[in-house]
């Protein structure tokens, strides 16, 4: 069992940033890829970030040189910080995790097997 609750969500004005967490509980040592997706009315998920504890990290093109990926062992959270962000940013934000190592797909959403309730991110102009 694995259970994940992101936070950190808000109103920023384009440009701005915030850093969403997911704190994690539960059967951690299990996990071994976590990541980021994103997701708007009428659209499917969309991967945005992803690490693995074989080192890879990965991002989507849109979010590249803006958000970071990266997490803390000893308080067992995952954290997306995001700067510059413009209103296409705006969705709700899930964390997810997976038992499964790999060093291709980890923004894939069918690859993760726990997620978390998301957290809404608006972005204004």
């Known amino acids: 069992q694995v259970q994940l609750v992101e936070s950190g969500g808000g109103s920023v004005q384009a440009g701005g940033s915030l850093r969403l967490s997911c704190g994690t509980s539960g059967n951690t040592a299990s996990i071994n890829s976590m990541g980021w997706f994103r997701q708007t009315p009428g659209k499917e998920r969309e991967g945005v970030a992803a690490i693995s504890t074989n080192g890879i990290t990965k991002y989507a093109e849109s979010v590249k040189g803006r958000f970071t990926i990266s997490q803390d062992n000893a308080k067992n959270t995952l954290y997306l910080e995001m700067n510059t962000l413009k209103p296409e940013d705006a969705a709700t934000y899930y964390c997810?995790?997976?038992?499964?190592?790999?060093?291709?797909?980890?923004?894939?959403?069918?690859?993760?097997?726990?997620w978390g309730q998301g957290t809404q991110v608006t972005v204004s102009s």
């Open positions: 997810a995790a997976s038992p499964a190592q790999w060093t291709d797909s980890l923004l894939v959403a069918p690859r993760y097997d726990f």
